[in-house]
């Protein structure tokens, strides 16, 4: 699974900024609202020293690493849902996205303009959620109107589309966000079509400032007071970014002097990891050695299917060793040899750091 991270936030918050941290994407970053028109993208292979450790012992020709895909988006004001600003352009890109990381200003900066008077970064995100849900409400009124139509030619009791999607328009309009529990596999599924973008997991992004790398200032203490540490990570994007560009044999330096022990880049993965569920394995065939993201929980033939349909169709078992394993004994033959290679089927649940290759038939 490649993971699509969007970025959100109010105008001159420093998403750019951001993603030229996270991605070195060289987006442009300047001081007036709606100067990252277009959706700017950046792909980021996930820092894995597993994987690394694995190519010295496996040697195989190729090795891919998980990725991940940053896209700024662009245009999210107060009345961005009615067509403000560059409107309703923006939430085709946020739809598209698995996660929403939500940046927040929290530096101060007399040359920076604010689109409102202060630094408020609970204020901001109302504003934010408040755009997101007015645009989810649109769409599902429209999907009503639809449903509407077709419930004409149905029969009361077969009318449980119309009324789930008028449980989740009555939960919208209440600034209530609307989640999979509960739900049966046909309403989750719809839940799924609608891609709502108030039900997309939130990574709340704090932009410190240089000054507070580590968030010790009012408006970041604020923040994580509210939101909780769970769903934060305090990153100075405009630090970061310098940090990003630095000679790697200059960056230990300049993180001992912002106080900071990973760049951004690697703590933000995390965060999304964490907050995802999402575990990292590898497969290693025919002298190809990968790196693949999934949710935890996710069945071994349900994560073949990620790599192709067919895998997932044909799906006859999974030969599986672990990292540890292999990290241990450093070669598959001495795995093998200790009985530490496994043959598992279908109900099989991948583990984080398996080393697997699928037996399928096509
Ligand atoms: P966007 O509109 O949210 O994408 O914001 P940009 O990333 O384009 O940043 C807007 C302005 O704020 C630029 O001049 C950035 O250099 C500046 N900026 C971004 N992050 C910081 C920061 O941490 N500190 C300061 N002082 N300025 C920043």
């Known amino acids: 699974m490649a993971l699509n991270v969007g970025i959100t936030g109010l105008p001159n918050v420093g998403k750019s900024t951001l993603l030229n941290a996270l991605a070195q994407a060289g987006a442009e970053a300047s001081n ?19 994987l690394e450790e694995l190519a010295v012992i496996l040697k195989p020709d190729e090795v891919i690493p998980s990725h991940i895909t940053y896209i700024d988006i662009a245009g999210l004001v107060e009345g961005a849902s009615r067509g403000e600003g560059l409107g309703n352009r923006f939430l085709h890109h946020v739809r598209e996205a698995d996660v929403l990381a939500h940046v927040l200003r929290c530096f101060e900066d007399t040359n ?31 999907w009503i109107e639809k449903e509407k139509i077709k419930a004409k030619a149905l029969r009361k009791g077969e009318r449980s589309d119309l009324e789930f999607l ?14 999979h529990e509960g739900l049966n596999e046909h309403e989750s599924g719809l839940l799924k079509e609608l891609r ?31 939101f909780g540490g769970n769903f934060t990570i305090v990153i100075s994007a405009r630090l970061e970014k310098e940090l990003a560009e630095l000679p790697p044999g200059e960056r230990k330096e300049f993180m001992r002097e912002m106080g900071v022990d990973a760049q951004a880049k690697e703590r933000f993965i995390e965060k999304c990891h964490d907050l995802l569920g999402l575990i990292r394995y590898y497969t290693a065939v025919n002298l190809k050695l990968q790196a693949w993201s999934v949710a935890g929980g996710t069945k071994a033939p349900a994560a073949a299917g990620m790599i192709h349909g067919d895998m997932e169709k044909g799906f006859i078992r999974a030969r599986v060793m672990s990292f540890e394993d292999l990290s241990k004994y450093r070669s598959e033959n001495e795995v093998q040899h200790r009985g530490l290679l496994r043959t598992e089927g279908h109900d099989y649940v991948i583990r984080d750091g398996d080393v697997v290759q699928y037996l399928f038939k096509l």
């Open 32 to 50: 007036y609202p709606f100067c990252t028109i277009d959706c700017n993208r950046g792909v980021v292979a996930v820092p894995d020293t597993r």
């Open 166 to 179: 008028e449980t989740v328009k009555g939960k919208i309009s209440q600034g209530a966000k609307v989640g």
């Open 196 to 226: 709502l973008l108030t039900s997309k997991p939130v990574i709340i992004v704090l932009n410190s400032g240089e000054e507070a790398p580590r968030g010790d200032n009012g408006a970041c203490k604020a923040a994580v007071d509210h």
């Open 112 to 142: 920076v303009s604010h689109v409102h008077t202060g630094i408020d970064p609970v204020g901001d995100l109302e504003i934010v959620e408040t755009e997101l849900f007015l645009a989810d409400l649109e769409r599902v009124e429209k």
